[in-house]
């Protein structure tokens, strides 16, 4: 009996360190998974197959693996058409992964409130409302001012001249709404790469 219940003990902590050690090789197969796929530069067909990964990656939270499509001044991030240049903000390869940080990103259209967020909380509000399947969606790509679909300004072509525009935009949901959105993506291009300048959320204002 002894020698039983002996068995059964040395059986069971086999059985733990070799849970204890499966855990760990699992997690780090992934990991390297995730790194090798980050560390891939890609070639892209053009400016709107370049965006369409952009915000892939972006509403994925995957910032690391944009690190190879932006200059030494980063990604700008702006809520609104019109870019306010003292409050949109600037994201450098090392800030764009430190998205804990709460910024101030300007002024709410109508209420005046602060706009008050981190990174994460930014493009879950303003970029991750985008389904790139939605039948409904428009696509659109400028190489002058994108169009406005209401009061609302743009001074894009301005900040960021002889750049592409490519912009997603969804529809009101009934005739006569104003609760479109637009996403319009600033891509700039080197030589045959292609870079992300900046990323701009677009709504109807007042």
């Known amino acids: 009996m002894k020698y039983f219940l002996g068995l059964l003990f040395l059986i069971s902590l086999f059985s733990c360190d070799l849970e204890k050690k499966e855990q760990p090789l699992d997690k780090v197969e992934i990991e390297d998974d995730i790194k090798s796929s980050e560390d891939n530069f890609r070639a ?22 944009l690190n190879d499509y932006m200059d030494e001044k980063g990604i700008l991030f702006s809520p609104y058409a019109y870019i306010d240049v003292e409050t949109a903000q600037q994201f ?28 994460d909380e930014f493009i879950k509000k303003h970029v991750s409302w985008l389904n790139l399947k939605d ?4 696509i659109n790509v400028y190489k002058d001012k994108p169009k406005t679909y ?57």
């Not at 197959?49 to 910032?63: D, K, L, P, T």
């Open 92 to 119: 450098d390869k090392e800030r764009f992964n430190q998205s804990n940080e709460k910024m101030f990103w300007g002024y709410a259209d109508g209420s005046g409130d602060s706009i008050v967020s981190t990174l």
């Open 44 to 65: 892209f067909e053009n400016e709107l197959e370049f965006a369409q990964f952009c915000v892939q990656q972006i509403i994925a939270g995957n910032y690391n693996s």
């Open 150 to 206: 209401g009061s609302e300004l743009h001074n894009v072509q301005e900040i960021f001249p002889n750049n592409t525009y490519v912009e997603f935009y969804l529809p009101p949901s009934q005739e006569g709404y104003f609760d479109w959105n637009a996403l319009i993506v600033v891509v700039d291009k080197e030589n045959s790469n292609y870079l992300l300048k900046a990323i701009l959320h677009n709504q109807w204002t007042i």
């Open 135 to 138: 039948p409904k969606l428009k």
